[in-house]
């Protein structure tokens, strides 16, 4: 059995979820600064529709009530009127439309990656593979509660984390081992489903250094919760040497997360069916 590296430190964390949160996550990466982009042109549309229907409605209420008008109107259509209010909304779904395919098409593949990273969710934790840099992997498991250290967060903090080099474009290649699953870092702008049986791609880059969580949005059976993601930005010198030390201490495409014993106890602390886990864990490196 190959022995897990050393946990890289977990560095800041500035891509995270805050108490009583109401707005996105502050981006740090160009897809996720495209998606804010976005978000506040349609909010923009949407604010500007809303108040024009209530102004609308408030001056109809106000200048056509009984009292103002007695007889009331018998005017069957009016064509100007509703060419204006056919074209216009087709109009308002271009302005959303045109942008919105550039930035699906956008977040789709990465063009010139400076690396590739293979992605497999497993019931309920997830497997990272390095194929650029010896084809070496592990597996990534939440911190129990009680090993929590300062400057970790519950049930975000991992194990093992994804670290990648600051400012490098990440293709990233997902692909599911057993069920849909997705993998989610909302502060990076990355969100792409795992399938059994299918591999996708998607990208991102990290410009700034720190850590960076997300969690498996994609409800995918008792454990769901189990799955947090936690992607760890640092300097290029810095990664290589975590490159260096991980390749010498995974073996080719099974590296384990936890050692079976402290995984399972991890696992009993953090709350889930220590059975299912361990078992599916077991039957993962068969």
Known sequence: ??????????????GAPVPWGTGLQEAFGPVKVAIHDFNDLVLYIIVAITI?????????????????????????HHTMLEVAWTVVPVLILLVIAIPSFRLI????????ADMTISVQGRQWYWHYAYPDHGNFAFDSYPIADAEIRPGQIAKLS????????????????????????SFFVPSLGVQKYTIPGRTMETWFRADREGTFYGQCNQICGTNHWFMPIAVRAVPRAEF???????????????????????????????????????????????
């Open 105 to 112: 098409y956008y977040e789709d593949r990465a063009r010139d």
């Open 1 to 14: 059995m190959a022995q897990s590296p050393a946990p890289a430190p977990t560095g800041e964390a500035v």
């Open 158 to 181: 991992v194990d093992n984390p994804l670290v990648i080099p600051v400012g490098a474009t990440i293709r990233v290649m997902t692909s599911g081992h057993d069920v849909i699953h």
């Open 52 to 76: 024009f229907v209530a102004a609308l409605l408030a001056y109809v209420m106000w200048r056509y009530s009984a009292s103002r008008n007695p007889n009331p109107s018998r005017v069957s």
């Open 240 to 286: 290589d040497a975590w490159v260096a030390q991980a390749r010498t201490r995974f073996a080719e495409g099974n590296g384990p997360g936890w050692p079976e014993r402290d995984r399972t106890t991890s696992v009993a602390a953090l709350g889930g069916p220590v059975a299912s886990i361990t078992d599916h864990s077991a039957e993962a490196r068969r």
